[in-house]
């Protein structure tokens, strides 16, 4: 099963993705506020040049969020809880109150040997960032690796690198 945020009043509509061919263009109304809008499954436009894998962050399930893999970017990625008018690089969907909308920070950057290095740093959070069940105090920048388990309040990451991805 899919969701889907309705893009007017950010409810979820759920469907199964299974039933469908890749490339096919569903059309949904929103049962809430009755908006019609429009998603093409796969990709929605072929790639000329492959962007540079830079990592990604998985979200375990629990009573808050369900799984997510969201991508990361090369600099800095600032993670937080989705919410509408907050921008963040990335948006972790949860109903988790103890998540903060502008979490912390993970860093990516390429050493001098040539290979991505990632960062954390918590960005001033009410209840703080844990690496490892570790509590990163306000000014640490701790260097991570591919695995390393983050929590952000009642939240778990899993960081996955791109050297990891491409193996």
């Known amino acids: 099963m899919k969701r889907l945020r309705c893009p007017k009043c950010d409810r979820y509509v759920v469907f199964d993705e299974t039933q469908y061919a890749e490339g096919q263009t569903l059309v949904f109304v929103c049962s809430h ?17 492959k962007e540079r894998d830079f990592g990604s962050v998985s979200v375990v399930e629990n009573g808050f969020a369900y799984r997510q893999q969201l991508p990361l970017r090369e600099g800095d990625n600032l993670i937080g809880r989705r919410n509408k008018g907050t921008e963040v690089d990335v948006p ?22 040539g290979k991505l290095v990632y960062t954390l740093r918590d960005n001033n959070s009410t209840t703080g960032t844990f690496l490892m069940n570790e509590l990163l105090g ?12 983050v929590t952000l309040g009642a939240t778990t990451l899993i960081l996955h690198t791109a050297q990891e991805e491409s193996d």
């Open 138 to 149: 306000p000014k640490d920048r701790v260097r991570i690796t591919s695995g390393a388990i």
């Open 33 to 49: 506020c009755q908006k019609e809008f429009k998603i093409r499954l796969g990709s929605s436009r072929p790639s000329e040049t």
């Open 92 to 113: 972790i969907e949860t109903n988790d109150p103890s998540m903060d909308r502008r979490h912390c920070y993970i860093h990516v950057g390429e050493g001098k040997d």
